[in-house]
């Protein structure tokens, strides 16, 4: 990973494409692309820090452009639909200028802009995650039915949108006899069902941190070094509230987050550690 300034870092094989691009005589499309990508994580970038969040950094990967924050706790659902709408919105916003602009100072260079930003902000709303779409979604459900539930219904609706694309990218091959564009969108949204896991989840953490304004026990909050017998962990429960253990690392960084069930489970299976 090459570091540009604090807050831009290049993966090097981007740096390899864009010398490819370059020897090949496309690097004005390449740059175009990653314009568009940087436009669309710019206005990411806007609304977290309008809402409280703050920038880690962004990233530029061969396929894409990624945007690290330092911190996701959001407190609100309008807060976090803000957070997730804004990128696709700024696409919109974007093709909608290129097309005024185009009218009067016409050029292959503006019309592929606007292309460039109604395809991303086509691939970003299907609502399967991760696309912004799918996000946006599932905080929805999260609020009205929970996180537990909201993730389960989210792998189903993830699974159709890839089944779908993957069937639409066979056809766009079938027809085109090259573009394999829709069909690696495919496995993207594929890949991702099957190996994306998080840590722990924000949506469930925060469900726990406000868990006491409903009508059930209150939380208690403990916080363990990664080293910690759990015995020791379950010692300090408390009897009349529902216990969360936040595991953190050398560095005082949660590493993960348990509940009380799971650190029961962990007691009576002794050789299991947390990764």
Known sequence: MIRITKHLYVHILTVVLFVICALTRCLDILGVTYAVMLLHEAAHTVAAVGIGLKMSHITLY????NLK??????????????????????????????????????SGTLRFFYISNIMLFAMNM????????GIIVRKILTYFLG??????????ISALVAAAVTALGIYALYKTGFNFSVLLFSILLIGNIFTQKEKYDVDFVRELMFHSK????????????ENTDYKKIAKMFHMNRYNIVYITDSNGRIKDILTEKQIINKITEPNITIL
């Open 62 to 65: 061969p396929f894409g452009v």
């Open 69 to 106: 924050l330092k911190n996701k706790m959001v407190y609100s659902l309008s807060d976090e639909i803000i957070l997730y709408i804004s990128g696709p919105l700024c696409n919109i916003l974007l093709a909608l200028l290129s097309t005024a602009v185009y009218k009067y100072y016409p």
């Open 126 to 133: 299907p609502p399967a995650v991760p696309l912004d779409g």
């Open 147 to 156: 996180s537990r539930a909201a993730a389960g219904i989210m792998k189903t």
């Open 214 to 225: 409903k009508k059930t026990k209150k939380i208690k909050h403990i916080i363990a070094d």
